[in-house]
């Protein structure tokens, strides 16, 4: 370490002997500096540090022996050693002095060898001490953590000493690094540099009770790891900081480790991007691409099994991930060049690196999510978390990983929205198409204070009589710039928006105001029924409990008048309490219709355990009954088993109508009766179902030609 000279301040009233011993020590390299009364000294120390002081006793405004007394309450001897120069006259001062405090003394006339060899002296110890003191704190430091590197800035010399493990963090030798600051701001990121030295000022200034910061430095082989720096300054009596010692501690795992699964986080991810783009843009020949990965239906499992099983899924998928891609006969051929890592949450990014092309990303991404369809086993049940994935194959347009990042996202979206389960390669339409998505939302947020959702209503009838037995309340969007909407363009948004949630209890409550009415206006025997849908997630995560027996004491409509609809996503995650939520439904008299039978889980061993009123087969089933009818009779008669009502969905000929009655069918729904109509038009339904009680032919006579309320209509007629 450069060594900068030693400061000696003087303090004397005598001009000719300042001047003198100005110029003699100075010679010897001292930085003199000269006060001639004692306000001066005091003045100048306020704001300087010398490293000695000569001071002579008599002098006429304060003398001598009380500056000597105001000094040593701010510093010790070894801060600032003092030495009183005396005349003869002065020399009955030297007892009460050296009792005060002072280190030595020389009296006049001065013999200049003699104060130059006190003043070494006192020099010297004082250097000692505080190399001692330095070491000290030194040790302190290190007894921190061998694992940490260790600095010390000395303020006044600028020079800073960096131990040997600072310098091996770093990737270098002890001789390779010198004693300059600048060793380590210039290898600090340049977006945290200005930070760490604006955060060590402030500790400096005293504004913070100690330095404390994370920020990225260079490694030797390039990379950039993350330290947590930590400092204290070292402060004289004015409070002024001469030196600040700290450490640095190698945070980089907890920084770019993704803490649950093990696999890289998003931080490094995003590095690993980063030199893929580089790489990229050197070699032509090769491509890479960005697989983006969202879970499903981890929201449900999360909200519904816990947090706890939600990791757990976690883990497991991240685990599975690993052993798909690495096993992937196309990855192998690649060697190990692809990252994977979780983006946080339930999204997690793989990055395939020397790839040929798309077919190489889309053959991963097929197996992927064929080796997710297997169940997953965790806390004890089967789960089946289902992956929406979106690809992105490196292009030279892209400015930005974040901009590639962003449309292997914008593919997932789609894959997502296009049915879940399943991957998609980013093209420039998908682009257009998020945009137009995110306004819906907006719209759609928008729809529910304009009341531009309106209920439709299909009729539910006897396949035997022909009578109107109830209808199903089909919810539909008025929107002022698209016209109406059905709910197949919007549920999935309101889904995932957690719109759905008002969205539902609207219609719940409008439908069952409306049959309410009509069953005063048409009272059958039995009454009317309302059958309502409810998606998983307004089943499962609202009270609906409450929100029922509220809607039903206001509206006054009978309790066993509602059913309501769920499918089996909303009983699978968490069957015991899906089954706790129904039975308490059906304590307050609630009906509850399982729909879209036989397109989910469809597990027939399972059913009994539900507290079901009746099992809704979907009109898949039913558009293919005249050429097999196997499924369709199995469902029925397993129905009837376990007592519940059967409700054939999407009739749309008479045939169907013939062998559904054959089958033992009860009841029915389809275009071949009513689409779904408005309430005005249900209420005309109802009217004309009064004078004649085969609605059905007349029904669907005057309404396929009348009525064209929804687009999926003109398909069917
Ligand atoms: P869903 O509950 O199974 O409703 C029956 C769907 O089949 C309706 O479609 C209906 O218009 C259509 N449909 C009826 N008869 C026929 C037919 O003969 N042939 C054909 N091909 N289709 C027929 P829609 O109105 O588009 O509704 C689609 C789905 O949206 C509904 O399926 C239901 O799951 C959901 N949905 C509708 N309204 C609501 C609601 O208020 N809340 C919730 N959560 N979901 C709703
Ligand atoms: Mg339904
Ligand atoms: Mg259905």
């Not at 000022?201 to 404390?212: G, K, N, V």
């Not at 306004?439 to 209920?455: H, K, V």
């Not at 308490?584 to 889980?601: N, R, S």
């Amino acid at each position: 370490m450069i060594q900068r000279p030693d400061s000696v301040l003087i303090v004397d009233d005598d001009p000719v002997n300042l001047d003198l011993m100005n110029r003699r020590l100075g010679k010897q390299g001292y930085e003199i500096h000269c006060a001639s009364n004692g306000h001066e000294a005091l003045d100048w120390l306020h704001s300087h540090d010398a490293d000695l002081v000569l001071l002579n006793v008599e002098m006429p405004d304060i003398d001598g022996l009380e500056i000597l007394k105001q000094l040593r309450r701010a510093y010790t001897q070894a801060q600032l050693p003092i030495i009183m120069i005396t005349g003869k006259a002065g020399s009955e001062k030297i007892v009460p002095a050296l009792e005060a405090g002072a280190n030595d003394y020389v009296t006049k006339p001065l013999d200049h060898p003699v104060v130059l060899a006190r003043i070494e002296t006192q020099l010297s110890r004082k250097h000692a001490e505080e190399a001692l003191r330095e070491s000290e704190e030194r040790y302190a430091l290190a007894a921190r953590g061998v694992n940490d590197g260790l600095w010390d800035w000395d303020l006044s010399g600028n020079r800073m000493y960096f131990s040997p493990r600072w310098k091996s963090m770093l990737g270098w030798q002890e001789h390779e690094i010198g004693d300059d600051p600048d060793e380590w701001f210039r290898r600090i990121h340049p977006d945290d540099v200005d930070r760490v030295r604006a955060d060590i000022a402030a500790h400096l200034e005293d504004q913070t009770p100690h330095y404390e910061d994370e920020y990225r430095i260079l490694h030797r082989d390039g990379n950039y790891l993350w330290m947590l720096g930590r400092g204290l300054a070292v402060r004289n009596c004015n409070g002024k900081a001469s030196r600040i010692a700290g450490s640095q501690t190698d945070i980089t795992r907890g920084k770019v480790v993704d803490v649950l699964t093990g696999l890289p986080n998003r931080v490094l991810f995003m590095d690993r991007l980063a030199r893929s783009f580089k790489r990229a843009r050197r070699r032509k020949d090769r491509t890479f691409a960005l697989i983006f990965l969202d879970l499903d239906s981890f929201k449900m499992i999360n909200d519904n099994l816990g947090h706890m099983i939600g990791d757990q899924v976690l883990v497991a998928v991240a685990g599975r991930l690993e052993c798909t891609v690495r096993s992937s006969d196309s990855v192998a051929r690649l060697g190990r060049n692809h990252t994977i890592a979780r983006l946080g949450g339930d999204e997690f990014t793989i990055l395939l690196e020397g790839i040929s092309g798309v077919t190489d990303a889309v053959r991963v991404a097929e197996r992927i999510s064929s080796d997710l369809a297997n169940p997953f086993l965790v806390g004890g049940q089967e789960l089946f978390p289902s992956a929406s994935i979106g690809i992105a194959i490196y292009n030279p347009t892209y400015q930005s990983p974040e901009e590639m990042l962003r449309d292997a996202d914008t593919a997932m979206y789609s894959a997502k929205a296009l049915g879940k389960g399943r991957y998609e390669v980013f093209d420039a339409n998908m682009r257009a198409n998020t945009t137009a998505r995110l306004q819906m939302e907006t719209e759609f947020l928008r729809a529910i204070e304009r009341r531009e959702f309106e209920n439709y209503y299909q009729v539910i009838v006897s396949l035997k009589t022909g009578r109107i037995c109830g209808f199903e309340a089909l919810v539909q969007w008025n929107n002022s710039a698209r016209g109406i909407l059905s709910p197949g363009k919007f549920i999935t948004m309101a889904e995932e928006t957690g719109l759905i949630i008002p969205l539902g209890q609207w219609v719940l409550e409008t439908a069952c105001q409306q049959m309410r009415i009509w069953q005063a206006r048409f009272p059958n025997d039995p009454p009317l029924t309302i059958n309502v849908n409810l998606s998983s997630r307004h089943f499962l995560q609202s009270n609906i409990l409450q929100q029922c027996r509220a809607i039903l004491h206001e509206t006054q409509l009978p309790h066993s008048s509602l059913n309501l609809e769920v499918t089996e996503s909303a009983m699978m995650p968490d069957p015991e309490a899906a089954i706790d939520l129904m039975t308490q439904l059906k304590d307050l008299g609630v009906k509850i219709a399982l729909d879209d039978f036989g397109t989910g889980y469809s597990s027939l061993s399972y059913l009994h355990r539900f507290p079901l009123d009746s099992l809704k087969i979907d009109r898949s089933f039913i558009a293919q009954i005249m050429e097999d009818d196997e499924i369709v009779r199995t469902i029925i008669a397993m129905a009837r088993n376990l007592g519940l009502k059967v409700i054939a969905e999407g009739v749309e000929t008479a045939d169907q109508v013939g062998k559904l009655l054959d089958l033992g069918c009860e009841l029915g729904q389809g275009y071949y009766f009513s689409v779904p109509v408005n309430a005005q038009e249900a209420t005309d339904l109802l009217a004309a179902g009064q004078h004649d009680n085969a609605v059905l032919s007349t029904a669907r006579a005057n309404y396929s030609s009348i009525l064209n309320p929804i687009p999926s209509l003109a398909q069917h007629f």
